[in-house]
């Protein structure tokens, strides 16, 4: 198969949705993004690549980064973390707070902002602060990613930190129920910096291999979660990786993904590859808008997808 080509054609396919959607605007820092920006990369397990568009360009992996957390998470805790949150989709928005009323502060998911705060609150009890918490999910991604260059943007951080109402409702919300062991400033800066993280299409394909291979990176053969680990975070990111889109995303585009508010999607093609495509404008949903047509185009023109 031509990759190249057929990643050339998308880039040529997806030009007049430029101009709609929109950037992210809640985060101060976030709002400044080029919304006319576009790459798309793959990567695949001999290490060969494709890409076009601004494949180099860093952006702001945001909620990306809670497909890291959570396979850190579940390495560690296995399947007892499922008592402190589910693995549903939750059918709303990913800041939501209705929820977690009536289901006594257990979130649905790991990749709603309140199941990724619990998440992050298992890493930094596991770790016994929040420092070394932060740094173990970094160094995690640099492996993952195998790129010792990445590092947080701490305006972003610093920004979101600034905005933090809804995150800090949420998770006092859920030290309430008894669901957070860790102080709450600390936990939803933790949080934010690893949202805050910044990584090009080229560095988030290649770390999604791993996932593709049943939880061993194909190129080192380097084991980061068992057979089965790799298979339920795949299915989390396939149920709930969209947020109140994710059936959609399942729909038009047929394999896992995740999104984040930055504008990057990653995706991920069993037995085959690791996929990121970023363009900052969002749908009403908070998903790159013209990211989920190029992965769209990307199954349809390939012919790969799960089903
Ligand atoms: O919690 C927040 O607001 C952000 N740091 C992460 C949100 C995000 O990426 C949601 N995704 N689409």
């Not at 057929?6 to 101060?28: H, R």
């Not at 805050?196 to 939880?215: D, F, I």
Request: aromatic share 10%; hydrophobic share 40%.
């Amino acid at each position: 198969m031509d990759y190249q080509q057929i990643l050339q054609d998308i880039e040529i396919e997806i030009q007049p949705l430029f101009g709609k959607g929109k950037v992210a605007d809640y985060i101060p820092a976030l709002a400044d993004a080029d919304a006319g920006q576009f790459a798309m990369s793959i990567t695949l397990f001999d290490g060969s690549s494709y890409d076009v568009g601004a494949s180099d360009t860093l952006f702001s992996i945001q909620s990306i980064s809670k497909v890291f957390t959570f396979t850190m998470a579940l390495k560690y805790l296995g399947s007892e973390l499922y008592k402190r949150v589910g693995r549903e989709p939750s059918g709303n928005p990913f800041n939501s707070l209705v929820q977690l009323e009536y289901e006594n502060g257990i979130p649905r998911n790991p990749f709603i902002n309140a199941g990724a705060i619990v998440i992050t609150d298992t890493l930094i009890t596991h770790y016994k602060n929040d420092t070394a918490a932060f740094d173990a999910i970094v160094d995690f991604i640099r492996s993952i990613a195998d790129d010792e260059s990445i590092r947080m943007n701490v305006v972003v951080a610093g920004s979101e930190m600034e905005h933090a109402y809804r995150n800090l409702a949420l998770t006092n919300l859920m030290k309430s129920f008894g669901n957070i062991d860790n102080e709450a400033i600390k936990l939803v800066q933790t949080y934010f910096n690893h949202c805050a993280l910044e990584m090009n299409t080229k560095m988030l394909s290649r770390s999604m291999l791993y996932l593709a291979n049943h939880g061993v990176d194909p190129i080192n053969n380097k084991a980061y979660v068992t057979k089965a680990q790799a298979k339920r975070i795949n299915a989390v990111m396939l149920t709930c990786g969209h947020y109140d889109a994710s059936g959609d995303f399942a729909f038009k585009v047929g394999v896992p993904g995740k999104s984040g508010v930055g504008g990057g999607i990653v995706a991920v093609i069993p037995q085959k590859m690791g996929i990121c495509v970023w363009s900052p404008a969002l749908n009403e949903q908070g998903n790159s808008l013209i990211g989920t047509k190029a992965l769209e185009l990307f199954t349809t023109k390939t012919g790969l997808s799960i089903f």
